[in-house]
């Protein structure tokens, strides 16, 4: 089901009504259709919501990521903006009803696949990270069967599980690889004791390329990302919140007592973000009922307007 955009979400200090260095984010995000967007010259940046958590539910995870991209939304409403231009939209939210996790990973897909031929780039607020498996659709829908796809995952997982019972918020990667002869995964931050050696193996299996949480550094990632994006027609980045060490975002289903350091995970964002066959970026597993005081929800804002401004800074689509 598809919610127009809730801009009461987007409310928040003002310093001025008429200097736009004074500018936050509420005073500037506006809402949209694909067809205001197509007629744009410069590529503009729209923001759509994906309200799941069916896919950790599956997955026997702790729920609560529905309310991520609302909280996520009021969070990034009150930061500046640093940019020149001002065309940043919301779109709205596709919600999933009840259990019907695929139909909405399908709606999610087609209302990315028409933001990308917009000419926008495309930043989802999740949601679970089953929100991945949306996004990639709407890449692929996008790209065309023939264009390779780079799937590049921030994350303490590679969510590579079996899914013959049901798909959920572990088993989109491998999904994807099974179906996909023209997809590529990436990812950086595994934690060793985070997944068991089937696992291992499976992405051994699989091709993937992966980076274990102590090995991933901006430094020690650079030089293997670019080849790998090299390899690449188009590139999408996800990004589930969990990576990151407990004590900076606990409001998340898998919480990482090893996790990366802020710090790190933004140098990434920044960088992939930047890179021109980058064209979208998900931001998954953000829950607030087990958030403490929204430092999860504010981090994740945090991370979601790195990758804007590199998408505002970066290449071009």
């Not at 005073?27 to 010259?41: A, D, G, H």
């Not at 980058?278 to 009922?289: A, D, I, R």
Request: proline share 5%; charged share 25%.
């Amino acid at each position: 089901m598809f919610k127009e955009s809730d801009f009461s979400l987007w409310s928040g200090r003002i310093d001025s009504n008429t200097n736009p260095e004074s500018f936050r984010y509420h005073q500037v995000i506006r809402p949209s259709t694909v067809e205001q967007l197509t007629s744009m010259k410069a590529a503009p940046i729209t923001l759509i919501g994906f309200e799941c958590d069916e896919g950790v539910r599956r997955n026997k995870g702790r729920t609560g990521a529905r309310k991520g991209p609302a909280e996520i939304r009021r969070q990034l409403a009150g930061l500046p903006w640093r940019a020149d231009t001002t065309d940043l939209f919301d779109m709205g939210t596709v919600a999933c009803e009840g259990t019907a996790l695929e139909d909405a990973q399908q709606e999610l897909g087609d209302r990315v696949s028409d933001l990308l031929s917009a000419g926008s780039r495309c930043v989802i607020a999740g949601g679970g990270h089953e929100t991945l498996y949306g996004h990639y659709l709407g890449v692929r829908k996008q790209a065309g069967p023939d264009a390779v796809i780079g799937l590049v995952n921030i994350d303490a997982h590679f969510d590579l599980r079996e899914y013959s019972d049901q798909p959920s918020s572990g088993t989109m990667f491998k999904q994807i690889l099974d179906s996909d002869p023209n997809a590529r995964y990436f990812v950086c931050g595994i934690q060793e004791y985070g997944n068991t050696t089937e696992l291992f193996t499976r992405a051994d299996e699989l091709g993937v390329t992966y980076m274990l949480e102590e090995e991933t550094t901006p430094e020690a990632c650079r030089r293997p990302l670019d080849q790998f994006m090299a390899g690449c027609d188009v590139v999408l980045l996800t990004l589930c919140m969990d990576v990151l060490q407990a004590a900076d975002a606990p409001g998340v289903s898998a919480p990482s007592v090893f996790g990366l350091d802020p710090k790190t995970v933004k140098s990434l964002v920044k960088m992939i973000c930047a890179h021109p066959k980058t064209g979208s970026f998900s931001l998954c597993e953000t829950n607030p009922e087990l958030d403490e005081d929204n430092r999860t929800a504010k981090l994740a804002a945090y991370m979601m307007n790195e990758a804007i401004m590199a998408f505002k800074k970066g290449g071009h689509l």
